[in-house]
């Protein structure tokens, strides 16, 4: 070292530009790792409703069918009492009652949503 005949070496501050080359260089790294870890993010967010949207499907689904068998049901039950002509009537009417009832509730809802809360 002293007696090897080299100047020791001092570091040598980087320039401005430099450092504004670095900072530039950095931030498109930083900006290129956030972008894959939010698509790597939504990749997974998306695997994970498509799965739940099957299972929601499958679960009305058999809902419906299970609502189909009760009607059914109902109007074998009521043709032993009532004659299936009539069953069947009773039924529909229930049904469509009751279809009326929900959806009439359905659009008030809608309808407090969008009312003006000034």
Same mark, same amino acid.
């Given at each position: 070292m002293a007696g090897d005949g080299?100047?020791?070496?001092?570091? +040598?501050?980087p320039s401005v530009p430099d450092l504004f080359a670095r900072?530039? +260089?950095d931030g498109r790294a930083? $900006?290129?790792a956030e972008l894959a870890l939010l698509k790597c993010r939504g990749e997974s967010l998306v695997e994970a409703l498509r799965t739940a949207v099957v299972l929601i499907v499958a679960a009305i689904m058999l809902a419906t069918v299970a609502s189909f068998a009760l009607a059914i049901? $109902? #109007?074998l039950w009521l043709a032993t009492l009532v004659g299936p002509l009539w069953a069947t @009537?009773? @039924?529909v009417v229930t049904l469509l009652a009751l279809a009326g009832i929900l959806g009439w509730l359905g659009v008030a809802? #809608?309808?407090r949503v969008f009312e003006d809360k000034s």
């Amino acid at each position: 070292m002293a007696g090897d005949g080299q100047e020791p070496r001092i570091p +040598t501050r980087p320039s401005v530009p430099d450092l504004f080359a670095r900072l530039i +260089t950095d931030g498109r790294a930083w $900006a290129k790792a956030e972008l894959a870890l939010l698509k790597c993010r939504g990749e997974s967010l998306v695997e994970a409703l498509r799965t739940a949207v099957v299972l929601i499907v499958a679960a009305i689904m058999l809902a419906t069918v299970a609502s189909f068998a009760l009607a059914i049901g $109902a #109007i074998l039950w009521l043709a032993t009492l009532v004659g299936p002509l009539w069953a069947t @009537v009773i @039924v529909v009417v229930t049904l469509l009652a009751l279809a009326g009832i929900l959806g009439w509730l359905g659009v008030a809802r #809608i309808g407090r949503v969008f009312e003006d809360k000034s």
